[in-house]
């Protein structure tokens, strides 16, 4: 099965009613700051907290007891944390006994990219580590495979990987008696651009590899099932789609793992040691349910809302471009470049206008540089320095986006005139 047939949006466009504006994501947004109205979008750094979760976090907060502990009110801790891992699992297809929760997805990344894998309860050591040259910083500086084991391949020009290169590595290192681990997000944080996990892992596996999947940005906005896809590991994060910071999972199946990152008791399988958030964690469980249960129609909402916001943008704006326009992308996710301006300049003008936007991954947002996905993809340097993410979630309305429209028609000719005035 393809890629697209498991984490494809094209098919959910068409699907609920997601071309209608809808009116409860302002009542259930959470209450704006003093002053001027605000759009934030923004998901793909974090997402508001949604009420389902905030409920389940604060019902968490006002129980006492240590999930460990053997006590009625240790196993009622325990119980919250059980069945929030039942949610996580239900929403990747997996088995609750895979479920290892961590800090985030970060911690997640770190926890499965280490040569010493086991699977099905046996050794399977890995002597390479492939990864896309697009992934996330995580996966890129993150793992725990010495430097010289780490190869990055190539994507095309709409920052997908290069399957080709990807079949000639693993030919290559299983030659030499190499069994490779493939890092492989399912669609990219800045460009939103789907990968084609399924066509990769299949790859791998004909070469008795191993598949880890970040799939932080397209849990809750499209389908996800780890048989399908074929990967081994896959990480989370419940901020991206609505739940606390400080709670993300790695999901593998039963019997396969790595070796820990913190060592101690015996918690989390003794894959993470240390007592459990279980209010992040309930509160994990809660934005899993609702985000399965309102996948297909919030696809098709969010893809109407952004296709709205980037014709409006293209037809209103000289010298707008759509990064990887043509691609198969996230539906919340548009990339907006202009030629002749810097992105950092543009967020703040923009920040300034009451609308919340970022440049490139929120991990890389303090540091001023070229964005290293699009570089990979080729985008030419004059456009890469002035290209801005728009991402939209649960809590967007066709109103942030409108106000979003007008703010770029205002504030991008405003800052190519200043910047002529000043040459």
Same mark, same amino acid.
């Given at each position: 099965?393809?890629?697209?047939?498991?984490?494809?949006?094209?098919?959910?466009?068409s *699907?609920?009613p997601?071309? *209608?504006?809808r /009116?409860?994501?302002?009542?259930?947004?959470?209450?704006?700051?003093?002053?001027?109205?605000?759009?934030?979008?923004d998901?793909?750094?974090?997402?508001?907290?949604?009420?389902?979760a @905030?409920?389940?976090?604060?019902?968490?907060?006002e129980?006492?007891?240590n999930?460990?502990? =053997?006590?009625?009110?240790?196993?009622?801790? @325990?119980?919250?944390?059980?069945?929030?891992?039942?949610e996580?699992?239900?929403?990747?297809?997996?088995?609750?006994?895979?479920?290892?929760?961590?800090?985030?997805?970060?911690?997640?990344?770190?926890?499965?990219?280490?040569?010493?894998?086991?699977?099905?309860? @046996?050794?399977?050591p890995?002597?390479?580590?492939?990864?896309?040259? =697009?992934?996330?910083?995580?996966?890129? @500086?993150?793992?725990?495979?010495?430097?010289?084991?780490?190869?990055?391949?190539?994507?095309?020009?709409t920052?997908?990987?290069?399957?080709?290169?990807?079949?000639?590595?693993?030919?290559?290192?299983?030659?030499?008696?190499?069994?490779a681990?493939?890092?492989?997000?399912?669609?990219?944080?800045?460009?939103?651009?789907? *990968?084609?996990?399924?066509?990769?892992?299949?790859?791998?596996?004909?070469?008795?590899?191993v =598949?880890?999947c970040?799939a932080?940005?397209?849990?809750?906005?499209?389908?996800?099932?780890?048989?399908?896809?074929?990967?081994?590991?896959?990480?989370?994060?419940?901020?991206?789609?609505?739940?606390?910071?400080?709670?993300?999972a790695?999901?593998?199946?039963?019997d396969?793992?790595?070796?820990?990152?913190?060592?101690?008791?015996?918690?989390?399988?003794?894959?993470?040691?240390?007592?459990?958030?279980?209010?992040?964690?309930?509160?994990?469980?809660?934005?899993?349910?609702?985000?399965?249960?309102?996948?297909?129609?919030?696809?098709?909402r969010?893809?109407?809302?952004?296709?709205?916001?980037?014709?409006?943008?293209?037809?209103?704006?000289?010298?707008?471009?759509?990064?990887?326009?043509g691609?198969?992308?996230l539906?919340?996710?548009?990339?907006?470049?202009?030629?002749?301006?810097?992105?950092?300049?543009?967020?703040?003008?923009?920040?300034?206008?009451h609308?919340? =936007?970022?440049?490139?991954?929120?991990?890389?947002?303090?540091?001023?540089?070229?964005?290293?996905?699009? /570089?990979?993809?080729?985008?030419?340097?004059?456009?890469?320095?002035?290209?801005?993410?728009? /991402?939209?979630?649960?809590?967007?309305?066709?109103?942030d986006?409108?106000?979003?429209?007008?703010?770029? *028609?205002?504030?991008?000719?405003?800052?190519?005139?200043?910047?002529?005035?000043?040459a």
């Amino acid at each position: 099965m393809s890629a697209g047939g498991i984490l494809g949006s094209q098919d959910l466009r068409s *699907q609920g009613p997601g071309s *209608q504006d809808r /009116s409860e994501a302002g009542a259930n947004a959470p209450a704006a700051n003093a002053g001027a109205r605000r759009a934030y979008l923004d998901h793909n750094a974090t997402s508001p907290l949604r009420r389902e979760a @905030r409920a389940a976090l604060l019902a968490a907060l006002e129980g006492v007891g240590n999930a460990s502990s =053997v006590h009625a009110d240790g196993r009622a801790a @325990r119980a919250r944390i059980e069945a929030a891992r039942g949610e996580v699992a239900r929403l990747v297809g997996a088995s609750p006994r895979g479920v290892v929760f961590t800090s985030g997805a970060t911690e997640a990344a770190a926890l499965a990219l280490h040569p010493a894998v086991e699977m099905d309860g @046996r050794p399977k050591p890995c002597h390479v580590l492939l990864m896309g040259a =697009v992934e996330h910083p995580a996966v890129l @500086r993150g793992h725990r495979f010495p430097a010289e084991a780490v190869e990055v391949l190539p994507v095309d020009g709409t920052g997908r990987l290069d399957l080709g290169a990807l079949e000639a590595a693993l030919a290559r290192h299983a030659a030499a008696g190499r069994r490779a681990l493939l890092a492989l997000m399912a669609a990219n944080n800045e460009t939103g651009v789907v *990968q084609p996990v399924a066509e990769a892992a299949r790859l791998v596996r004909a070469h008795d590899g191993v =598949v880890f999947c970040d799939a932080v940005q397209a849990a809750g906005r499209l389908p996800l099932d780890m048989a399908a896809l074929g990967v081994d590991f896959l990480s989370l994060s419940a901020h991206k789609m609505g739940g606390p910071q400080g709670a993300g999972a790695l999901v593998a199946g039963p019997d396969d793992r790595t070796p820990a990152l913190i060592a101690g008791g015996g918690q989390e399988r003794s894959r993470r040691a240390g007592t459990e958030n279980s209010p992040a964690i309930a509160g994990f469980g809660a934005v899993a349910r609702v985000a399965r249960a309102d996948l297909a129609a919030e696809a098709s909402r969010l893809a109407t809302l952004r296709d709205g916001l980037e014709r409006a943008v293209l037809a209103g704006v000289p010298d707008a471009e759509v990064i990887a326009f043509g691609a198969e992308r996230l539906p919340n996710t548009s990339t907006l470049t202009f030629a002749g301006l810097r992105a950092e300049t543009l967020v703040i003008a923009l920040d300034l206008a009451h609308v919340s =936007v970022s440049a490139g991954s929120a991990c890389s947002s303090g540091k001023v540089g070229a964005s290293h996905v699009l /570089s990979a993809m080729g985008v030419p340097e004059d456009r890469a320095a002035g290209a801005i993410r728009l /991402s939209l979630g649960w809590s967007s309305t066709r109103q942030d986006v409108d106000e979003a429209v007008a703010a770029l *028609q205002k504030v991008v000719p405003h800052l190519r005139s200043r910047a002529v005035r000043a040459a």
